[in-house]
T-cell receptor, first 110, second 115 residues
């Protein structure tokens, strides 16, 4: 079955630390890849997406993700996190339908 | 303002009751989705629709049913609620006119508790 693996379930960082959240998907064909974020008390919203082209994708709020086809990975990165980045992050992929990972809760300590 | 709405936000109900979770969007999207999410788990697709009078079951088997009589409205119904239905239900919609999925816009969710 198609699946998405997020390896980190809960990450705690201090402000200004660098962030990398892992995401691996199980299918090697045409994919659309997404990272969604849910801030406390808010709707799930799109952070960034990859369909084709440059494998390094820039998103909102300084986030970026790199698509590495050979590793079936789409890791999310941010060079310097802020307290306001505290949220739950979901990796997702699919074509006509989307499969989500289990999410990673990020807590940034001031 | 274009948005996606879900009501109620919270619902506590007894076993055996019939419930309908409402979802409406004002963005004119043809595609709509229902997901079920338990704490610490991934979102599971339970129903989706590509337009009026089109509904399909998702990847996770669900005893709920849906209807799509109007583009903007995609309600989910449980004929007889059970404690196993306790979960959070998220509604989403996405941009029309493309075969492959694009960005999804999510509602705030309905947290259902069945006693």
């Amino acid at each position: 079955a198609q699946s998405v693996s997020q390896h980190n379930h809960h990450v705690i960082l201090s402000e200004a630390a660098s962030l990398e959240l892992g995401c691996n998907y199980s299918y090697g064909g045409t994919v659309n890849l997404f990272w969604y974020v849910q801030y406390p008390g808010q709707h799930l919203q799109l952070l960034l997406k990859y369909f084709s082209g440059d494998p390094l994708v820039k998103g909102i709020k300084g986030f970026e993700a790199e698509f590495i086809k050979s590793k079936f990975s789409f890791n999310l990165r941010k060079p310097s996190v802020q307290w306001s980045d505290t949220a739950e992050y979901f990796c997702a992929w699919g074509y006509q339908k989307v499969t989500f990972g289990t999410g990673t809760k990020l807590q940034v300590i001031p | 303002e274009a948005d996606i709405y879900q009501t109620p936000r919270y619902l506590v109900i007894g076993t055996g009751k019939k419930i309908t979770l409402e979802c409406s969007q004002t963005m004119g999207h043809d595609k709509m989705y229902w997901y079920q999410q338990d704490p610490g788990m991934e979102l599971h697709l339970i129903h989706y629709s590509y337009g009026v009078n089109s509904t399909e079951k998702g990847d996770l088997s669900s005893e709920s049913t849906v209807s799509r009589i109007r583009t903007e409205h995609f309600p989910l119904t449980l004929e007889s609620a059970r404690p196993s239905h306790t979960s959070q239900y998220l509604c989403a919609s996405s941009v029309s006119g493309t075969v492959r999925i694009n960005e999804q816009f999510f509602g705030p969710g309905t947290r259902l508790t069945v006693l």
